[in-house]
Structure formats: C-alpha cells, structure tokens
C-alpha cells in the first residue's frame, strides 16, 4: 500500500509564496522517485517537479528558478516550495510517486491533490 496525501495549498496574490508538503505512508522516497503535477481547468495535467532518490531533480522551465523540489526521507515527505506565484500556476497539484520494476513496468502512485489559487 502507498498513500501520499498532500497539504499546504491554499490562495495567494501573486508574488507571493506557498509549501506543497507531500506525506507518504511509508519511507517509499528512499526508492521512489518522487514529482508534483498540476492540472488547470481546461488544461492539460503537467509535470512541475521531480525528484530521484538519488536528488537528481528536473523542472519544467515555466516553473524554473521560481520553485523547489526537495526530499525528507527520514520524513517520509516531499515538497515543493513555490516562490514567485504568478496566476497562470493556478491549478490542482498532485503528489506523485513511481518506480520501473526490474521489466520496465512503471508503477505510479498519486495524492489527492491540493487546489492552489493566485489571485490578487
């Protein structure tokens, strides 16, 4: 069983800043790799943020240089510090976690989703 449920979304203006916290049932970030997606109405769901066990991390460049990806293994959690918010990062964010078995069978985990508004 892997349960990854996510907090810490909630309405800001834009400038300002929120933490994504994303807590795991189990130490599964040792060994997962781990990302935020995010999906708007209308739009299509995106990769925000990733992250490997090994702290390897990729962003997507409309988020790069304004958000933060990071790993707490002992924690058991991920997040994702988002600076800068701007209206356009107005979407739900879901926690994801996923592994390639030894065939290269991809296994995906995913929170709940938390909603993140900018908005003056």
């Known amino acids: 069983q892997v349960q990854l449920v996510e907090s810490g979304g909630g309405l800001v203006q834009p400038g300002g800043s929120l933490r994504l916290s994303c807590a795991a049932s189990g130490s599964i970030f040792s060994i997962y790799a781990a990302g935020w997606f995010r999906q708007a109405p209308g739009k299509q769901r995106e990769l925000v943020a990733a992250i490997t066990p090994g702290d390897m991390t990729n962003y997507a460049d409309s988020v790069k240089g304004r958000f933060t990806i990071s790993r707490d293994a002992t924690k058991n959690t991920v997040h994702l510090q988002m600076n800068s918010l701007k209206p356009e990062d107005t979407a739900v964010y879901y926690c994801?976690?996923?592994?390639?078995?030894?065939?290269?069978?991809?296994?995906?985990?995913w929170g709940q989703g938390t909603q993140v508004t900018v908005s003056s």
């Open positions: 994801n976690a996923n592994r390639y078995n030894v065939h290269g069978v991809r296994f995906d985990y």
